[in-house]
């Protein structure tokens, strides 16, 4: 048996979410605030709610060790939270720890290393823990209601030495994991030089967009791999992108996971990035670029002439 473990924070779900509780057929723990405002409806056919408060990894790993002992098998999204909570659960169960996989199963994980572009097959003997990449998989419908109830946390298990909340932040788009980024702004071979890598981080922070890349890019280091969108990079599934210069080779589009809406500049109107966009201009996306900041430059005199 497999159960996905979901991090909430104040009922917010992270990337993920439905990749993990489909790998898991359904079932799924979550653990966090808020977990009772979550709608699952359609998306799993077993939840278990355990409310815990603010992200305190140790302690949650406690709490929930007792709870799944007797799950052999269990998966967390590859989230920032999940990346945390996974080892230390790994820990206080005494598992393994298969980090990173694109498939789990009992018998079988697969796992990304060397930046994606090596795929190693494991086969585990007894329980573990893992995290699934998000985007993958894709979510699986589940008909009817699910069967819903309340786990209570052992609050004697929650002393101890953790790391505590201090403060928390708003993503900054300029840093934040591509896998979380809800607006990105992705360049292509059909951008000339690495400035315009620069110019398009720019543009993508005025728009509050993170800045992403295709391989071809990373490949020239004009660019780190860890902004590489792709298959063989960051799975990512944004609500809207805005894509400069990208023909869209399989290995590009088949990471983009399903956005809202995508406008694509490119100069080949017969491109597979345009046939697949909701706007797709016909222009070059160098010349196109400057324009924007021309325009962004001239927006941002005008309110500081305004304001002065």
Known sequence: M?????????GVLPAGTDDTIAECDGRVLLVGSGVDQVDLTGRARAVDLMEVGTVEVGRWARQLAPILGAID???LPHCPDGRDLAPALALQLDRPLYSGATAVSPSSVLLARSGGRELHGVRPFG?????LQPGIRGAESFDGEPEVRTVRADTDTASGHHAVTVEL???DVRTMDLSEADRIVGGGAGLDSEARFTQLAR???DVGATMGATRVITDR?????DKQIGTTGVVVDPTLYL???ISGAVQHTAGLGNPDHIVSVNTDPHCPMMQMSDLAIVSDANATLDEL???IADRDTAATETHA
């Open 243 to 245: 894509s400069f210069g």
């Open 73 to 75: 098998h269990v998966v």
């Open 203 to 205: 543009f993508a922070e």
């Open 169 to 171: 932040l708003p993503p």
């Open 293 to 295: 900041a021309r325009l």
């Open 127 to 131: 329980p573990f823990v893992a995290t």
């Open 221 to 225: 280091s004009w660019v780190h791999h």
């Open 2 to 10: 497999m159960i996905a473990v979901v991090p909430v924070r104040e």
